[in-house]
C-alpha cells in the first residue's frame, strides 16, 4: 500500500498513542500493559484491523526515541519479496537443510533445526520459516522426479497401523481471562484406515507439544 505523507503521519500518531503511556511512565507495570495491548486487535489507520507482538510495540519504542515521530511512519519496504528475518547466510542453511530432511513436516523441521541450533526460536519463528519455504516450493516433501513421465498411483500401506501420519494446523483463538490465545491442533491418523488415532489441542507449537499426544508409552523406548 502506497501512503502519502499525511497518512504516514496518521498512522505513527496512532502507533505513538499506544506507546506514549510506557515513554510517560503513566502504567505501573509495562510488562502487564504490554501484555493487554498485544492482545487486543487495533483499527489502525489505512490498514483496518490488526494485532501487534511485543516484539514489534518494543521496536516502536526504540524508534521513536531515536528520531521521534519520524521513526513511528512506515516506510516503504525496499527489500519485498525478501525476509526481513531470516538472512540470505541463514536462507541458505534452511534451504541446505531441508533437502536433507526432504519428509519432514514443516513444523517437525523449525523444531529440529532449533534443537539442533541451527536457528533461535527467540529470533526466528515457525511461521517465518513456514513463508520462506512456501515462497520458494519446499513446503511439500521433496520429490525426485524422473527423466521420464510415468504413472504414479497414490502410496498407501494396506495393513492397519502399518504408519501414522502427522501433522499439525493453526486452530481458533481462546479467550482465557480476558486475552487472546492462540490454539494448535496436533492430530495422527492411520495411513490405511484414514482412521484419526490421536488428536489434541495445544496452546503451544513445538516438538513437546506434539509429543504429548501421542500415549506415552511409545515415547518410553
Known sequence: MALNE??????ALFRFGLIAPLLNNQVDDPKAYLEK?????????????REYCERTI???????????????????????????????????????????????????FYDQM????????????????YRFLKARNLVKPLV?????????KRFAYNEVNRMWQGDMMTGPYLLIKGKKKPCYLFAFIDDCSRLVTFAEFSFKQNFEAMKKVYPSLLWKS
Open 6 to 11: 499525511e497518512q504516514k503521519l496518521e498512522i
Open 58 to 108: 518494543r521496536r516502536w519504542l526504540w524508534d521513536y526515541r531515536r528520531d521521534n515521530l519520524d521513526g513511528l511512519k512506515p516506510q516503504n519496504r525496499k527489500d519485498k519479496g525478501t525476509s526481513r528475518v531470516i538472512s540470505d547466510e541463514l536462507g541458505k542453511k534452511i534451504i541446505n537443510y531441508r533437502h536433507d530432511n526432504p519428509g519432514l513436516s514443516v513444523m517437525l
Open 114 to 129: 532449533a534443537r539442533e541450533g541451527l536457528i533461535l526460536r527467540s529470533e526466528v519463528s515457525y511461521h517465518s520459516v
Open 37 to 49: 495491548i498485544t492482545s487486543q486487535i487495533h483499527d489502525v489507520p489505512y490498514y483496518g484491523k
Open 144 to 152: 525426485e522426479e524422473s527423466a521420464q513421465p510415468k504413472d504414479r
